[in-house]
Every structure is written in structure tokens, then in C-alpha cells.
């Protein structure tokens, strides 16, 4: 069977967020429309503790943007978002999200970081989605969401390598395009794991 994965469309990361990702919104009705071509649809929300280590406020004289070693790993810094609870953490009210089976929380923990929906930065943590898609019959997965360059490319990555047949749905992601070809090189990551690529015209 397969999935539609829907990733962390929140207040944050749309227009006028605090992590905002140009023309975000415009996925909205996109999504919308490809809801109805799915009988399983799991969403997931960035949903961190104050004290998140990735963001920048909470490192002295340091900028969103900058990277440090976290744990021995290279961290980007970004402005304080989604805070859980917060109204940047909720997602936008025009998303239609009846009728969605569950929604995976990361990034709960404050000295981790984790854009995939299935594992922390660090593959330690698992959030339980792979083994929840398995046991309904997953076994395709159609990722849509933000941000392309971080939290859709880290699923989008994991669902390959947990073994499910994987797409991008490519007008259904826009990026944060911290260098200007990130997001070019983000498709290009995902297509040399094993991704495939579609439009949601081909889907519709
Ligand atoms: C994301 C940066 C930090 C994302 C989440 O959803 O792509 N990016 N936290
Ligand atoms: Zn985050």
C-alpha cells in the first residue's frame, strides 16, 4: 500500500514564520488535492523544547546560520521555531488534516537535532515510523512538505533506506535555500539514494 507522508507544513516554516521557506504556502493547495488520492496520510511536526540546542539564541554570540559541533556533529544554528505548543509549531489552519492516521513529533529532544521523520540526527532515537507504515503494509511512500533541503531530504533518505519504494513529489516541497542551489542539490541527493521523482499532476 502506499503513503502520503506530509512533512512539517507548521506556521514557522511558511511565510512570516520564524524559519520561513519562500513560497511555502504554495504547496498548501497541492497538498490538499493529493489527500484525496491517499487512504493513508501521516504527517510529522518539528516540535522542540525551549532549550533546543539547535537553535542559535540558546549558543552565546551566536547567529542563525553558523555552524557548531553538537555531540561531534556538525549543527547548523537556526532562529528559535517551532517551539512545541507555540502557535509557529501548529500547523497552517488551510492544511486539511482529517482523516490522517498520526503525526510523528521530532526534535523533542534539546541536544539532538532531527530533520528526518524517522530518526534523530544521530540515528539513535527512532520515532517509530518506519515500523508504524510496515505494520499498516506500507510499502510506498509519497513525500511532500518542508523544508526540501532539510527535513523532507532526511525522510525522504531514511524511507529508501528503511526499504520503501520511495517519490518526491517535487511541487510539493519548497526549500530554505540557505547557498541558492540547495535545493538542486538536495533532489540530487535523494535521486542518487534511490528516490524517484514525480509530479503531482502525474498523481492527480
Ligand atoms: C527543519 C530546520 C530546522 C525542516 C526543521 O522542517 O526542514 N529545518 N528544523
Ligand atoms: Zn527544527
Known sequence: MKA???????HD????????VKDGDKIIPIINKLQS??????GTQDWHPENHLSFAANH???????IIKLDGMDQILWPVHCVKESHGS???PYLKTEGWKK??????????????????NHKRQDTGLGKYLKENGVD?????????????????LDAVSEGFKTYLV?????????????????IKDMEEAGAQMVKSEDLI
Not at 13 to 20: D, I, N, T
Not at 37 to 42: A, E, R, S, T
Not at 60 to 66: D, F, I, Y
Not at 145 to 154: E, I, N, P, Q, R
Open 90 to 92: 501548529q500547523f497552517h
Open 170 to 186: 517535487k511541487d510539493g516541497t519548497r526549500a530554505v535555500n540557505l547557498e541558492p542551489n540547495d535545493f538542486e542539490k538536495a
Open 103 to 120: 503525526v510523528f513529533k521530532k526534535g523533542t529532544n534539546p541536544k539532538i537535532d532531527s530533520y528526518s521523520g524517522f530518526f534523530d
Open 4 to 10: 502520503l507522508l506530509i512533512v512539517d507544513v507548521q
Open 60 to 66: 552565546k554570540g551566536k547567529k542563525p546560520g553558523e
Open 140 to 156: 510506498t511512500v509519497y513525500v511532500v512538505g518542508l523544508a526540501a533541503d532539510y527535513c523532507v531530504k532526511f525522510t525522504v
Open 37 to 42: 488520492k491517499f487512504d493513508f496520510i501521516v
Open 13 to 20: 516554516f511558511l511565510p512570516g514564520g520564524a524559519l520561513e
